[in-house]
């Protein structure tokens, strides 16, 4: 197994490299720089210009609209955007619902939703989870009707990362109660304008507004707007998963948060000295480092194996959790190195007016935190993903 970079790789790289230096915008490279969120505007604009670029959809087949890039070189772009402070494109419309389409939509389907996909058009969401159908979600109960040439959904669904900016949602239904509960499922997209839909914010722990419930009272969606056959959502859905899992281990955000873990341990002083000369917060991002690139190396070892033709297995459950746990400790550090300025409310619960207290460069620390438990929990849960390595890798 070889894992340095060719000759082609490397110029690959420095074109790449180029690239996002000259063409992120100063504004957008500064707020991944510093941990601050993103709009959807910004998002939109980063995406619209590596689009123009033919390079927002490394994942895509060339005859749909992707760069035709090997494996190697689609880590090498994720690494570049990470060094150069660059956001990663949203996966619901290009890394989810856009290979589902083309590889099981008709014609039609592909026609109409594929190039607004790719241009950022539309905007999507996932209508996968329901207030009690998470981990175990074949279970989900959306009731689904069909009435000739539409179906009328009534139901909930839950955690709907950015449904609010959505312009549409893939959403799993139960189209049949008869058989496995798998069998029973479908998978249709859904224009989030449809009368009948209501979008109601949740607030995560970190006071942001990531994730909604989503209320459907008899709304009809055309039968036309079905992926594949009625019943056969499952299949659609676990193919889905593939694509789900190829950036899991997260390891480009988490080289980002790294620098900016570093970038803040030179800022802050403690005692007359930069935090980084402390021998034992010192001895903390070493570590953390050190398990990085184990995760790294163990992506490129996985890469390796996809290039040579064997693509990921119940493995990806491996990056999974090392990906969320060493997220999940960098921002501990983070929140560690600022120290009380690191309080959700520096400024106490009334100084609405006043301006923020403590360097800049704290105050992305405690929202990221305390969101990044969730990474432990979406994408299913580490527990999950335990119960899959020891069914599917260690025979248990
Ligand atoms: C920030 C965030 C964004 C999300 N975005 C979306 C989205 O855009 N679209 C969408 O459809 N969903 C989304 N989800 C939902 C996510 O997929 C679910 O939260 C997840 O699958 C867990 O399901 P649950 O919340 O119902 O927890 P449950 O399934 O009820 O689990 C509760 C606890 O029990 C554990 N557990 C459950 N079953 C087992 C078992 N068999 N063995 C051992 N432990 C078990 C779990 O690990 C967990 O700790 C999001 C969730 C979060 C937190």
Redesign the pocket.
Known sequence: MDLAFSATDLAFRDQVRAFIAERLPGDIRAKVAGGVGLAKDDFVRWQRILHAKGWIAPHWPVEQGGPGWSATQRYIFDEELALGHAPYAIP?GLKMVGPVIYTFGTAAQKRHFLPRILASEDWW?????????????ASLQMKTERRGDHYRLNGT???????HWADWMFC?VRTSGAGKQQEGISFLLLDMRTPGIEVKPIL?IDGQH??NMVYFTDVRVPVENRIGEENKGWTYAKFLLGFERTDIADVGPSKQRLARLKAIARAEMVAGRPLLADDDFAAKLADIEIQLLALETTSLRHLAAEAAGKPIGPEASLLKIRGSEIRQRLTELAVEAVGYYALPMPEGLDRRNEPPIGPEHAAPAMPDYL?SR???????????Q??IIAKMVLGL
Do not use: M, R
């Not at 969401?125 to 979600?137: F, K, R």
């Not at 969730?374 to 999950?384: C, D, L, M, Q, V």
């Open positions: 619901f969401c996932q209508g996968y989870s329901e207030p009690g159908s998470g981990s175990d979600l669904k839950t955690w709907t990362t950015y449904a799993l995560t990531h994730v969101f969730a990474a432990s929990i979406y994408g299913g849960s580490n527990e999950i335990k119960n």
